[in-house]
């Protein structure tokens, strides 16, 4: 009896094992028309900004189109990790928000489709892709963002110059990210470089800066939160997520940027390769490109600057023309990176800090 | 009472030949329950686990693990790990047996407050504890610059061992509660009558029967702190371990090839700790229940007593002092800045955005709890008590949902299960995960609860089984029980209390775990620590506070309907099971 058992067990589990047999994989969805035929369907949406933002884009593409738009809220290293693991069948048809060197990575590891929308023609140059795998949405600059209370206790005044960080009164009173885990430290360090003219002289202020700095943590806007506490005086974060934080109680903290110039980041939006809602994602491209689009941000606590140029200009977004912007290279800047961080680690992090 | 062993057969790490008392019976429901038990593990974590390792070999992958032994800084990420494990793992396991001894043990009032308190770290929301403990302790922390002027730097190794001793302790507590409470108290008497002081008793008799228990306690401890990821995020400052390692190289340097290199460094000190345990185990194993314990145990109530009090005092009052800033932090406006009470985090939080990710969170654990709780008991079981070879194994493999870091877990699932199986034109698996998979790919996210859930109740279960006699079982047996009726109607009710520690964690486990979840979440599924995420990324802290106050209320009252419902129902034991809620 129990061998029978047996051999009634071993069949069941020779045909879980021997499968199903399934059609050939459906032809991938022919690349439709970017305009003129009428959208119907879903589109989901793989989105890197904050949540409400994500949310209020999605909805207002849905308003406009009739399409059935979801997102996820993923940050770009979690994005690009996601679409490598199911390359062969994306769940995701456009991709919103988050640093441009994502995008660049992504575009690297063939996860992502060149779209060049009509809309980009208003972007400025400098704000999208030369090969059009993305298309410029925001601009974030890097700013110091300092809580007044700590720094009059300390004696110093709000900072305008990188070289104010290194004041000894400011020792342990800095924060900012570690570059290899956060675009905005990374951001910082590359400015470092075009300002200082070289890597070895940018390693070398990161050293002096090191003896001042109390943690270098892993999300990039964690040091404005760290100097909204008062852990430290002076957090080193994009403006806008500076003043969010302001505006969401931590009272105390002011933004500044340094008179030798700053870096930036360009937030982006690209087509996913292989999309199963292609011509959706397509529109939906154009749609976040136009200004109405964009001026959905700062309704909801999103203050980067935008794009384009007809978008309306909220008081609380950083006027570019006050703030001076270093050159900054992206495809240099993502070429040098991993070196450049690994260099971060030995030479900088890894020293004792008195 | 088989006080002195003859070394006894531990689950065949050495099959004992000698012994023929233990004469492991092969029967088919056995064999059934092993090939399932092995093919689910194979399934939820070996599977997946494989697609992604298997990158580690790939030319980037062989540069870090080379580059692991030979650059200074790499070696310093090793050595931080090894030393944060090994540190949380003694103080977390001497705390949770402290807790235990005094609940257990001593005479000593307020024991039900201790109890509950002891309890509450188990649901800790990723960022909760940390985030707490910097408002409380930090620079500028309300105790420690509010009420004594100093600048503290909690951000390290200090930190990160105050958050993970607090968050972890209870799991050691709730093994050790359920061991000494099924120590049968005759022993002590023996030991009493034969004139040895209470001192004399506890370190020659009551110690070596809880060697199990101290074992697996400090191997889940050593485990789970060195493959957590989000306190060493939040309050981790430069002791970078391979954990927050692994996480830099997937989302920082877009480099998965290098992420699952890391993990698979990090599962060596995993793997050694638990070699090592198993090996001191089976040397020291004291069996010490053959049925249940008849009589009570004396209580300490001589002077010994109030120091321990006053140290089990200390670990309630912070974990009070803890969630209680957690739970004032739901009602402010941003907690430690601006103090104003406000019902507005609430509103915010039950007015649509949190209700449905509340509601999938808790529906998805729910259903895990049990799928988790009972392959844990019966991993336990076939350890303990059936499997010759390969024991260890299996021991090892029910582990591995938390020996790995949750980053590299979740894209392992992604990997395996985002997209259908499909070789030669047949489907072996549709896609579970994902945004293209039925039910929204929910299946792939029970999944990750079950397999991130099994470990504790497994752990709890194997030091049970250990200490119970297995002449029990095979009393059964001779009757003409077959295996899985032994384990039912005899095994189980012994180690009942195992297994509520089993599908509380579950539970906790299930509705806090974040990191894996990040790779299979799609818009149909909304779980809650992903909201918390987000609201602390947007600066509201008091959302997130709220959001851990309520996950706090969901899992502590499924813990008091689990105990009533596990409880032993028929009265008689004085072996309280996990009782008191």
Known sequence: ?354 | MSVATPPRGDAGAQAPASSARVKKSVDVPTIIVTTAVIAILALLIVYPLVRILVMAISPAGSAVVAKMFTSPVNQRIVLNTVILGTVVGAIGTLVGFLMAYVQVRVDVPGKKVLHLLSLLPVVSPPFAVATAVITLFGRRGMITHGLLGAETNIYGLTGLTLVMVLSFFPVAYMNFRGLLSSLDPALDEAAANLGANKWHTFKTVTLPMLVPGFASSFLLLFVESIADLANPLVIGGDFTVLASRIYIAITGEYDVPSGAAYSLVLLLPAMLVFLVQRYWVSRKSVVSVTGKPAGKPALLDTGARWPLYAASLLVVGLVALIYITVIAGAFTKILGINNQFTLDNFKYVLSGIGNESIKDTTILALIATPIAGLIGMLIAWLVVRKMKRGAAWLDFLGMLGLAVPGTVVGIGYAIAFNTPLIWQKRMFLPALGGGAAMLGGAIAIVMVYVIRSIPPGQQSGIAALKQIDPSIDEASASLGADSVTTFRTVTLPLIRSAFLTGLIYAFARSMTTLSPIIFITTPQTQIMTKQILSEVDAGRFGNAFAFCTLLLGIVLSVMGLLTLLVRDRRGAGRVSVGGGL
């Open chain 1, 1 to 354: 009896m129990s061998r029978l058992k047996v051999a009634a067990a071993l069949a069941a589990f020779a045909l879980m094992a021997t499968g199903c047999a399934v059609e050939d994989a459906p032809p991938a969805s022919s690349a439709a028309p970017a305009s003129g035929a009428k959208l119907s369907g879903s589109l989901t949406v793989v989105c890197g900004a904050i949540e409400e933002v994500c949310a209020a884009w999605t909805k207002g593409f849905e308003a406009k189109t009739g399409v059935k738009t979801s997102f996820v809220r993923l940050s770009s290293g979690e994005t690009v990790a996601r679409l490598a693991a199911a390359k062969a069948a994306p769940e995701f048809d456009a991709w919103h928000g988050g640093p441009a060197d994502g995008y660049g990575a992504a575009a690297k590891q063939d996860l992502i489709e060149k779209y060049v929308s009509p809309n980009a023609a208003k972007i400025p140059d400098k704000y999208k892709d030369k090969d059009g795998f993305w298309t410029g949405v925001y601009v974030g600059a890097l700013g110091f963002c300092s809580n007044q209370k700590i720094l009059k206790e300390k004696g110093v005044d709000v900072p305008d110059s990188w070289d104010d960080l290194l004041d000894p009164k400011l020792k342990g009173q800095v924060a900012t990210a570690h570059p290899s885990t956060s675009g905005t430290a990374f951001t910082l360090l590359w400015t470092q470089v075009v300002l200082r003219g070289g890597e070895n002289q940018a390693i070398d202020w990161m050293k002096k800066l090191h003896v001042n700095v109390l943690q270098y943590s892993k999300s990039g806007t964690a040091p404005g939160q760290t100097a909204g506490r008062g852990e430290v005086a002076v957090g080193m974060v994009f403006s806008h997520d500076c003043v969010l934080y302001k505006e969401r109680g931590m009272t105390d903290l002011v933004v500044s940027f340094p008179k030798e110039g700053t870096g930036y980041e360009v937030g982006g939006v690209g087509l996913i390769k292989g999309a199963k809602n292609a011509a959706n994602a397509k529109a939906y491209i154009d749609y976040v490109l136009t200004a109405e689009a964009q001026e959905i941000g700062p309704t909801v606590g999103s203050y980067q600057v935008l794009t384009n140029p007809d978008a309306k200009v909220d008081s609380r977004m950083v006027k570019l023309s006050d703030v001076n912007l270093v050159n900054y290279d992206f495809e240099k800047s993502a070429a040098a990176k991993k070196d450049l961080t690994a260099r971060f680690d030995a030479e900088v992090a890894a020293q004792p800090k008195s």
